[in-house]
């Protein structure tokens, strides 16, 4: 069984810029989340995918978007770039959406100069 | 607003005694609630939940408590072994989302 895995690892831009960040879901799992943690804090949510729809969103600004594909993989775009968008961004997988149980990626950490 | 908070960043425990790591929140609509370990560079990894139903539940070496009355939640850990130095989120949810705390990295003293 594959776990949750995430792309890219490490990530630069530069303020203004816009941003993709992708997540392969566990095989079997049909909804995705995203989370952002700033340091030193815990993962805030940024919203749910279930079945190709968002299920759920988070105290987050439009910029903050996202598709789940057929096959359930996730992308994260964010657009206009800002300094506090630097964070390490989880996504996790759940059987459906609502499972209380999530399975993590290990994360890509964003960084905005 | 911090809905769920762990008021202790860190904790430091001798191998084989017990660490009780807390958690508090203020919203009387979370109905479950769970604990997740987290090594460096690896996600969160889900560890042990509990039901707004019940006030203890036991999974080996780890036991959570939830106190309503109180809004607090507690994991304890015994014994404790190196193994478990790790970074511990709290986190519950509403039935619409799950809100975490902000850790706490605890140390096992072998």
């Known amino acids: 069984e594959t776990g949750v895995t995430q792309s890219p690892t490490h990530l630069i831009k530069t303020r203004g810029q816009q941003v993709t960040l992708r997540c392969s879901s566990q095989?079997?799992?049909?909804?995705v989340s995203w989370y952002q943690q700033a340091l030193g804090q815990g993962p805030q949510f940024i919203f749910q995918?279930?079945?190709?729809?968002?299920?759920g969103r988070g105290n987050f600004p439009p910029r903050f978007s996202g598709l789940q594909f057929p096959n359930y993989s996730s992308e994260l775009n964010v657009n206009a770039l800002e300094l506090d968008d630097s964070a390490l961004y989880l996504c996790?997988?759940?059987?459906?959406?609502?499972?209380?149980?999530?399975?993590f990626g290990p994360g890509t950490r964003l960084t905005v100069t | 607003d911090q809905q769920v908070k762990q008021n202790s960043p860190s904790l430091s425990v001798q191998e084989g005694r017990i660490s009780i790591l807390n958690c508090d929140y203020t919203?009387?609509?979370?109905?479950?609630f769970l604990w997740y370990k987290k090594y460096p560079a690896e996600g969160p990894t889900f560890l042990i939940s509990?039901?707004?139903?019940?006030d203890k539940n036991e999974d080996g070496r780890f036991t959570v408590f939830l106190n309503k009355s109180a809004k607090h939640l507690s994991l304890h850990i015994v014994p404790s072994q190196p193994g478990d130095s790790a970074v511990y989120f709290c986190?519950?949810?509403?039935?619409?989302?799950?809100?975490f705390g902000t850790g706490t990295s605890l140390t096992v003293i072998p």
């Open positions: 996790a997988s759940s059987k459906d959406s609502n499972s209380y149980e999530q399975y």
């Open positions: 095989s079997g799992h049909n909804t």
């Open positions: 995918y279930y079945r190709e729809e968002e299920n």
């Open positions: 919203n009387s609509m979370f109905d479950y």
């Open positions: 509990i039901s707004s139903i019940k």
């Open positions: 986190a519950a949810s509403d039935g619409n989302q799950f809100y």
